[in-house]
């Protein structure tokens, strides 16, 4: 089997073991285990040379060190957001996809990053000193552990950060709350050095060589920085909306100011091949979900041939749906009974063709994004917003420029009756749903504030396409945009079926090896350890 997910023989092997794998403090179960076994400092090398560290802890953000994307991202967040779904159960008829969150899958989510990037910053690159010698390449270090943490707290809550690499015996958990604290004090720390070395060093680009981000270029790594600070700000509205508003209008007001082109867009080359291209074109394991291919279609969006492609009714191929539907996209709904392969392999895939070839780069932040968190901001009347209606179109305007299809953006944001369809399973009618939202793309300045932002978050859905870690996150925080609930929810409860999954559990090698540290988070996590807890700020409430 092609997919990047553990068998049960390799997940008992690992557990059998795992109480000797100890990186920083933490456990992994991975196939990287051995070379961290006989150092568990993480610092094997104490004279390794700074630039060979940076290029795979950039890559880690979107799993890719250990090839995990599959099971770090695509097969919780992805589908979650309402983004992707597989066209198959992977052997198991039991999992992530109907709401039975397994161990042999999630652990990747939460173990890799610490593995390969956090771990690593803390013991590898901290031990060259390059704090002192060189703080503009920790400067970026701690830009890329910010985001790098973001995607690991909020798919789990609290987790292990500040006492990260103390201990080899327990590594407490701290609360998303003082986490959230401490991505924004490095955020300070980052952009306050790069805002130094840029003034002091006009042009230069010494990290030059060791960057698939943004090549070296520190204007732009100053950009990601502000703006994902905006991201961050954003999560906390209901929570915190004192602390989210001073940090949204500290980015607002930074130096160096915020992403606003395409050109500014943070995307990463990862090892060997694209992910996107792998698990749809290679592995054949990755499909349009129906929720994004009901707004798509109904809104006739233009993006919709560049991100996906249509049906197949090709009778030579695997799958194929019958003539009728050549040409249509139809995506799989969330839940579905899939069985294995070929049964729905003939619906809409990503476009590994030519968006997601093997070589592209992928996307972390897009400028696009910026431009709705703008618009999210003025309607809630923050300082340096500017107007909601020119942001909200400036988004649209800088996605349609992103994906090549800037000259169908005005007629695009004039449509003000274009509305999401009913998704039909060409297969299974048992799978059918009428559209949950009516909500059009024209901006309406009467509309209610709830309605903007309906219309603000479901555009911004849009443009974050392929990324779903944050699409999940926007999701969760504001009920946006309406998804098609799963079809069959086998949580036995635990996970309601209408309010959808609001996080991951903590792996059992967790509590195998560091038990009485994620007993402590649970508590913090206040509620139990499963899919239906909600996080510190996804707090059940109106947005305004």
């Not at 967040?77 to 052997?91: M, Q, S, V």
């Not at 915020?258 to 698990?279: E, F, P, R, T």
Request: include cysteine; charged fraction near 15%.
């Amino acid at each position: 089997m092609k997919t990047k997910y553990k068998s049960t023989k390799y997940n008992s092997y690992c557990i059998a073991i795992i109480c000797a794998l100890i990186l920083s403090g933490l456990t992994n179960c991975t196939k990287n285990f051995d070379k961290f076994n006989t150092d568990p400092t993480g610092i094997a090398n104490k004279n390794l040379q700074i630039p060979t560290l940076f290029i795979p802890l950039e890559q880690e953000i979107m799993y890719s060190a250990d090839d995990g994307y599959q099971v770090g991202q695509n097969l919780n967040a992805d589908i979650y957001a309402g983004y992707a779904c597989p066209p198959e159960f992977f052997g198991t008829s039991l999992n992530n996809m109907n709401y039975v969150l397994l161990d042999i899958w999630n652990p990747e989510a939460f173990n890799s990053i610490y593995t390969n990037l956090i771990g690593p910053i803390k013991n590898k690159l901290a031990a060259t000193g390059v704090k002192a010698s060189l703080p503009d390449f920790w400067a970026i270090a701690l830009i890329v552990e910010a985001e790098a943490m973001d995607r690991v707290t909020d798919k789990f809550g609290p987790v292990p950060y500040s006492k990260v690499g103390t201990s080899l015996v327990s590594i407490p958990y701290d609360s998303q709350q003082s986490i959230y604290q401490q991505m924004f004090s490095q955020l300070d720390t980052a952009t306050t050095t790069l805002n130094s070395y840029i003034t002091a060093h006009p042009g230069q680009t010494p990290f030059a060589n060791s960057d698939v981000v943004f090549g070296g270029d520190y204007t732009k790594w100053l950009k990601f920085a502000n703006s994902l600070r905006f991201r961050l700000a954003m999560h906390l509205v209901k929570v915190d909306p004192a602390t989210a508003q001073a940090q949204a209008e500290k980015a607002m007001a930074a130096p160096g100011g915020l992403m606003a082109s395409a050109s500014d867009n943070a995307a990463v080359a990862v090892a060997g091949q694209n992910d996107y291209w792998q698990i749809t074109s290679s592995y054949t394991d990755n499909s349009m979900n129906a929720s994004i291919g009901s707004y798509m279609v109904g809104y006739n969006d233009p993006r919709l041939p560049v991100y996906f492609l249509p049906v197949n009714t090709d009778p030579s191929q695997p799958g194929p749906l019958p003539a009728q539907y050549a040409g249509q996209y139809i995506g799989i709904r969330l839940g579905t009974d899939v069985h294995s392969k070929p049964l729905y392999s003939g619906f809409s895939v990503y476009n590994y063709n030519t968006t997601f070839p093997v070589t592209a780069k992928e996307t972390i932040m897009t400028a696009a994004e910026v431009w709705f968190l703008k618009a999210e901001a003025a309607l809630r009347g923050w300082a340096g917003a500017g107007d909601a209606q020119t942001d909200y179109q400036t988004g649209i305007q800088t996605s349609m420029d992103q994906y090549g299809v800037s000259g169908s953006a005005a007629a695009y944001m004039a449509d003000g009756t274009s509305k999401p369809i009913a998704y039909v399973d060409p297969i299974n009618a048992a799978d059918n749903s009428p559209a949950l939202s009516t909500i059009t793309i024209k901006w309406d300045p009467l509309a209610s504030n709830e309605v903007k932002l309906e219309r603000i978050i479901t555009q911004k859905w849009l443009a974050m396409f392929p990324e779903g870690q944050e699409a999940w996150t926007e999701f969760r925080r504001t009920g946006y945009p309406k998804l098609f609930p799963v079809v069959n929810n086998y949580s036995g409860g635990a996970i309601s079926t209408q309010i959808q999954i609001r996080r991951l559990a903590y792996p059992l090698s967790e509590y195998a090896t560091n038990g009485t540290a994620v007993q402590a988070g649970v508590v913090l996590l206040g509620g139990p350890d499963n899919g239906g807890t909600r996080l510190w700020w996804d707090i059940n409430k109106g947005n305004f």
